[in-house]
């Protein structure tokens, strides 16, 4: 029997009658990561990686039925034995190892293999079978190393502030925001965070993460000095409201890995794009497959067919399942001035 099936629920492994990241509500779902899409409300009881406790607590209710394992600590249930390991991509994301009768199952949940200290870096598992993400599962997408996109952000603030305009970044407040805040140089200026981001970066701190010093923007009095001078982290829907009119003229910028497209640069219509992504590219899909030694790898939302026609090339039994993931990043909603923009 396969460890992980595909049901309407979500990936669901029969022998421990639980699933991954379900997006129905379920008795017992294991959580990857916190993410909207990955951790919906509803289901009975959660079981997640240790450092992602406090985020999932925060978007889930303080009152939400979680069980929390330690990185590499093993649980037996039902006779299938379960670990969480690293996954790179934000504050707690975890892979989920699955192991009965010597069969080696993992479940990538998202994750990226740039370690970039704000997190606990992607560890490659070893195993049969690999259920992998694909978010940007196409050879276009390669990034740049993550200090020459903190560079280009730095040199774009400093011309900002120069030119007494704010620098408006927008980027998905749980995992981006963090990952900008803790490379960019912050003595070139203030920094100001939206209603979305201040709460998230407080989990991030009080879990030893460093974040440098930021002001809650709303607590800063409309067309004050010091926003011309500032860079300002939003999500991206709070380009539509009229929250940005309080700074006045400024340059936007926009941190994801979509902006690697020029259409999408266009699409979004801010000044500047800059190619920074939570995800695996290309190069990083391939190479963690290649760390696992799996010989049947099951590809999840994204580029699903390119990749499995690709591994199949290489000679590995690859197929995929149909899931409901998606681009979800930024459903997080702490305060009413997030729900605001981003309902």
Known sequence: MDLVIARPEGLYCPLGDFYIDPWQAVERSVITHAHGDHARRGNQHYLAAAPGAGILRA???????????????????????????????????????????????????????????????????????????????????????????????????RANANADKASMLFCYSFGKAQRILHGIDASLGPVLVHGAVEPINRIYRESGVYLPPT?????????????????????????????????GDYSDGFASGWMRLRGTRRRRGVDRGFVLSDHADWPGLLWAIKQTGAERVIVTHGSIGVLVRHLRELGLDAMSFSTEYGDDEDTTILEPEGAEVLA
């Open 59 to 157: 978007r889930l209710g303080q009152d939400v039925n979680l069980q929390t394992l330690p990185y590499g600590e093993p649980l037996l249930h039902r006779g299938v034995k379960l670990s969480f390991h690293p996954a790179g991509h934000v504050l707690g994301s975890a892979q989920v190892r699955l192991e009965y009768g010597g069969e080696v199952w993992v479940a990538s949940g998202d994750y990226k293999t740039e370690p970039d200290g704000t997190c606990a870096p992607f560890e490659p598992v070893r195993c049969h079978t690999f259920i992998t993400e694909s978010t940007f599962g196409l050879p276009i997408y390669r990034w740049q190393p993550q200090a020459q996109i903190f560079a280009e952000i730095n040199q774009w603030w």
């Open 215 to 247: 002001i809650y923007a709303s607590e800063v009095k409309k067309h004050d000095p010091m926003m011309r001078k500032a860079l300002v982290l939003a999500p991206p829907s709070a380009g539509a409201s009229s929250w940005v009119r309080r700074f």
